[in-house]
């Protein structure tokens, strides 16, 4: 298998500050499905074409952010071999029991350089994306909204950037992809466990363990103007697009969920290898390098969950 | 790195009857690019979006159909040990050097089961996209007609189908994605070395060693279409489409190039994982796991390259 | 007012053998919306951004095809001049009263020389779009399946063809923008009361009165797509497509109702002005002016419905 | 003929401080065609696909603006019909000889209560599309850049707005189909002459005379990404977009040329017939109205040209 160790991202706990808002928000408006709910209150959400039985967990909290994002391995023993480098780097593991996440099997957690919790698991129940697997139609008919196809990466702000981008290039065999610099230093690094242009993303930061948004993958720049006309009609609160990303020449728009959690619904444009060259944007150039239209930054973007 | 051992469809070789002809049908109606000719009149082309020297060698011959399909491994020692592995599978191999394909590293060839000839090599030359890697725009100006991004997987038409899935599967570490059964026959299989729903595909047959096609990405659905367009505008001989395809959900095209080698230009809307279940078409829905919409195959599309 | 005398096709009036399996055809498939139902059991749609009442009336009979087209004049005047005019070219002509279909006002009935019932009418009652007047939605959420924009014309086979192209240039106003011809013959002609690429188009025929297709628009070619996936979905009889016409440029994809009724969704590439040259296919190109791509008529495609 | 009286924006005179940057812009930038240069040192512009010899007329100048937009009538006596309106509503006119623009017949030239010249021709050189009338095929493979189909309309800043608007609705015949209100105040106010969301549209100013864009029609949401692309690519300065407009539902984007006239280029999303009902926004929803996705005006969007 050419694929294997880390395949992608598996989950994202989100923090909420209002459940039934969450839940209204990601389901009626994102067109995700909710699969189940636990004792904790949290509830567990897929987007259409996963097999997997959740992506996204809501967790009803006081303040709005990222409780943890999660990768599945590929085998169980992927999940020990990294749990051991990630020791090597000089971190803590802790192991999480199988189904303290409903249907997830037992996950490796550590706090990553730049404060993040990331975890790692090797098995989650699969439910089927509800088309059958003989003869299987494109899609289904009974999605609503925006029609989110994956979960499909994080960005992520945090300090200790450096160590970060060590460790997911050197423990967890992940590839750098992109990277605005100023001079000599990373400001923002993309970070590939597949072919995508990015499955996580970290931008250098003071402080640490922020969630600046979490992405899911649309099927074209027409879906992402249906989004964007969703976004409207909800009344949900844009933050920039649509667009075109410089970096991954992704095609974009960002909006809030009603906790103040960022959100990106995104169509892909571009692809990478292990023999890709690295794409480098320069700091003058940054404007660009995030919004490639407008090439300015703007103010409500640079801000980050709690 | 997720990515590993064997990374992509590298190039394939073309036999064709009129060099002028099909250079001026690859690079004017297609959008490749000539990179290279060598001394045995073989002319190197690459998509515009590829890193490497050339992924479509056309070979000036008295018949049409394919040379070789070759594939990139990630590293040289990836060359050796897919060797092996071949050799165990009761396979002769054989190793061309570098340089007989021009910017191209030692290959390992060897033939497959069905009769094809399949290369495997870890080396050739980056010449880039023709866009600078710092602050890149997202595509180029000057591609011409179709703008194939890249050389995409051909569908190969052979005998001793089940032991070329075998080798496919075991020995290079393919992974079955998707494929057309009639009872307990297997009847068509699409494998994948990355999370493209297919990287190179097989149908049982009678004779060995048939192109059925080779198959270029386009970047969406529109692109089909003006595709479809300039296959009327050049008079370029139409074979199928724009239509989807159940199998892959690919949107697609095929046509003929002045030899007779039938090509397709596509767009995807689907990708793999290893823990994707295998999605398997019934030969009584044959029609519709080829052609979704119409669901009927046509003559003209059973046909192959000699 | 630069728009005058007949606006647009205003309603098709077509025969269905069951009439619960065409409303859910119309309905579930194509996204038509009930508005009514008669004494006759006709059951009245309107497609989602139409303001009139209804724009098809699906009338259970025991053979399909088409009762009436009728198009909708601008002021109540337009209506006794063009009834004027249609007598003065030498055709009975009937009034229909007020209320005969619920919601529309008198009709002037004539049958055109190919033995078609064309009708006009000034009045109907208008039921509006769903969006509000003010600070409206681009769109709604809840139409269904293929989501058709508005009913937009028809094409029909008829004897006496030179005398209906007559009729609807001289006595009715339309414009001839596009027609095939076979040397000085006429074999199709393509006709406009607007800015559209054709609001009716005839074919010659030996046969009177014969219904072709009843055609829908669509936004998008991404929108064809989506219809064409439908039809395979809910395994409704494909006859052509997805493809482009030359004539008018359309993006295009044809399909049976259940009683054999030819509907075509497509959405529009192209616009003429009184001011355009009238664009000519000859009848050695009659392939390509069909179906732009595969440049061949089929059979299915050259029956009508009784 | 349904389509009478005027037709549709024949073209727009703009003003330019450097008639070679500006030339470069609209041809090698947008995609017009240099069709001819006068005496004047104007320079003679058409979209690829438009008839008449031009669309578009560049004059060097020292502020930039717009020196007046002309509409094509139908016929010669539609011209004196309007001559005539025109003076009844109580404005003088003045008639410009033919050949003052070369290819263009007589104009008549008034102007506007809000300070801007408009002109009306019956008469131009038809150059054609550089596709032949015997079997066409659906575009012409040789334009450039953004492709731009058509010139299709002009918003324009002035005062007496009211007046203006009754000279167009009452003495042209022009249809009001969208409008901005606050409270009994029409603060903007588009009208179409077709069955166009709008040829020509009116903001409510202080300031007399003054050109907001000269807006060009794409063929899609996808062509605008390509233009947005290009903006960036060829560092055009940027307004605002892509996004949808609310007024229109037209999906669109700004920038400026060298000289400072805002362009547009939009792709179409809406249709409107004489019996459609006045769309309003209400002046607490003007973001909506002008950008769907923001809801918020920006201040650039606000300047005019001299």
Known sequence: MAMTGILRPGHVQLRVLDIDEAVNHYCENMGLIETDRDANGRVYLKCWDEQDKFSVVLEPSDRAGMDHMAFKVHREQDLWRFEA????????????????????????????????????????????????????????????????????????????????????????????????????????????????AHDVAFIRNEEAGKLHHASFLLGSWEQVLKAADIISMKDIPLDVGPTRHGLTRGMTIYYFDPSGNRNEVFAEDSYVYPDSPILTWTVDNVGQAIFYHSRTLVNSFMGVSS
């Open 85 to 196: 480098n990630v020791k090597k780097f000089g971190l803590d593991t802790q192991k999480i029991p199988a189904g303290e996440l409903q249907g997830c099997g037992e996950r490796v957690r550590f706090i990553a350089p730049g404060g993040h919790n990331i975890e790692l698991f090797a098995q989650k129940e699969q439910v089927g994306n509800g088309i059958p697997t003989t003869n299987p139609a494109p899609w289904r008919e009974d999605v609503k909204g925006m029609k989110a196809i994956r979960f499909d990466h994080c960005l992520l702000y945090g300090d200790n950037h450096d160590d970060t981008i060590r460790l997911f290039t050197e423990a967890l065999d992940f590839q750098l992809t992109e990277q605005i610099v100023d001079g000599d230093t990373q400001i923002a690094a993309f970070l590939s466990c597949s072919t995508k």
